[in-house]
């Protein structure tokens, strides 16, 4: 049986590529490379020593994707990373995001819809719940009006999931991520930002090597412990894992519903001096930043209830911020050929 990973050159593609190849599974990648290189692949198999089945093909059009299922009859299992991410270019370019995040997962549910039994693991986001009235956010918390047409595809692409799942042989399993940070402990294969990076962690470790001027820190006067925003953020590897056992989950049928739901997250929240000091502490070296003004659409706070994920799925984390920062300072270094 084989398992299609769409995005999976991607930064969390290529990671729960490596660890459904540990697990066994035989792989087949879908990247359209607009967010990834090639390259990604030799990492992959660096690691693992197995090469997936890559066929660069766009799902946004859509006879490639009912070509590819022509030629890959036996695909029935799906894990859908492939999606623009860009919070704030998916303000100023909306139509691009519901084109690419919405489209292609219309057109890769008509595939699965035909087979007689399918499984669907979709790339959600914490983003869906907004600003959370409660903490830490359980997967019943309302869903918010989304703040970015990036959060709305994510909220649409749930509802069309939902609605498809209840009239048809598809088992889904939504993946609610809030901040994947770090890389695989090798530094085979890591966080590759084009252009400015958007994320915390990819700024910091920039800056660290020197090719950023410094951290701008958005906003110091939030109503947290030291003003700063604060998040849940979880290492790439183990946000990878939780994916192989959502997936065995739907393979074994342990799923209770035909449509779940979990919040993949450490269950701790830190704030962005706090990720800064950790930094600073791991890297045993001063990070150049500054309180700038807060960046619009940010939200206070966000962390995971985990106990859904711990309970039912039966996956936690097992790294700590310190090791997922410090494997993200590895790969910066790796790849700047420090
Ligand atoms: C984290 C904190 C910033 C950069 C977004 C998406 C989410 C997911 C992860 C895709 C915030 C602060 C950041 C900087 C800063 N994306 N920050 N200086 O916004 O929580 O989540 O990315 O799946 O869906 O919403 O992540 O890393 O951008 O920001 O001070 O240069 O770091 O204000 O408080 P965010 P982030």
């Known amino acids: 049986m084989k398992i299609l990973v769409t995005g999976g050159l991607g930064f969390i593609g290529s990671h729960t590529v490596v660890e459904l190849q540990n697990e066994g599974f035989e792989v087949v990648i879908i990247d359209n490379l607009s967010n990834s290189s090639e390259e990604v692949l030799k ?86 719940y907004g600003q959370a009235e409660t903490m830490p956010i359980n997967e019943n918390a309302p869903i918010k009006p989304a703040m970015s047409p990036y959060g709305n595809t994510k909220q649409i692409g749930e509802e069309i999931i939902t609605d498809v799942a209840k009239v048809s042989n598809i088992n889904a399993i939504l993946l609610r991520y809030f901040n994947p940070i770090g890389s695989h402990p090798s530094a085979e294969i890591g966080e590759l930002p084009i252009g400015v990076p958007q994320n915390l962690v990819p ?6 090597i020197g090719l950023r001027k410094e951290l701008s820190v958005y906003g110091g006067d939030y109503p947290t412990n030291d003003g700063t925003c604060i998040r849940d953020y979880i290492h790439v590897v183990d946000l990878a894992k939780a994916h192989v056992v959502a997936l065995q989950r739907l393979l074994n049928c342990q799923n209770v519903d035909k449509i779940e739901t979990f919040n993949l997250g450490t269950g701790t929240g830190s704030s962005v001096l706090e990720v800064i000091n950790a930094f600073e502490k791991v890297s045993e070296q001063k990070l150049a930043y500054k309180i700038v003004d807060r960046r619009e659409g940010d939200i206070t706070s966000a962390f995971a209830n985990t106990d859904k994920a711990s309970n039912i799925l039966g996956w936690k984390t097992q790294s700590t911020l310190e090791e997922a920062i410090a494997s993200a300072w590895k790969w910066e270094q790796k790849v700047r050929n420090v």
């Open 43 to 128: 990492g992959i198999v660096a690691i693992t020593g197995k090469t997936p089945v890559f066929e660069k093909l766009d799902l946004r059009e859509k006879t490639s994707v009912q070509d590819f299922f022509k030629r890959h009859t036996d695909v029935a299992s799906i894990i859908h990373f492939a999606a623009s991410k860009a919070v704030g270019e998916s303000v100023e370019k909306p139509l691009l995001y519901y084109e690419n995040n919405i489209n292609t997962l219309i057109y890769l549910l008509q595939e699965l819809e035909q087979k007689p039994e399918a499984h669907f693991i979709f790339s959600s986001s914490c983003t869906v």
């Open 203 to 208: 700024f910091i470790t920039q800056t660290a």
